[in-house]
C-alpha cells in the first residue's frame, strides 16, 4: 500500500495469482474546481515523479460534474 496524496490517493498492489500483480488506485477528489484540477495535476507529477506503475483498476469518487448545481 502506498498513500500518494495523504487522505485523496492511495495505490494498491495485491498479489495475483502466482506471479503477476493487480495495480488499483482509489481516489477521492475535492469538490471544489479549483482544488479538484491541482488534485489531479499533483496526482500525475507524482505518479511520473515516483515511477509508480501502470494501473489495472481505477476507482473512487472523482466528483467531477457536468453542471455546478450537481
Do not use: C
Not at 495469482?17 to 484540477?37: D, F, G, H, M, W
Amino acid at each position: 500500500m502506498n498513500e500518494i496524496i495523504p487522505g485523496r490517493a492511495i495505490s494498491l498492489i495485491i498479489p495475483w495469482q502466482k506471479t503477476s500483480r493487480l495495480n488499483v488506485l482509489a481516489i477521492y477528489a475535492p469538490n471544489a474546481p479549483t482544488e479538484n484540477a491541482d488534485f489531479w495535476e499533483t496526482l500525475e507529477h507524482k505518479w511520473l515523479e515516483d515511477n509508480l506503475p501502470v494501473l489495472d483498476i481505477l476507482l473512487g469518487d472523482f466528483n467531477l460534474v457536468e453542471e455546478m448545481v450537481d
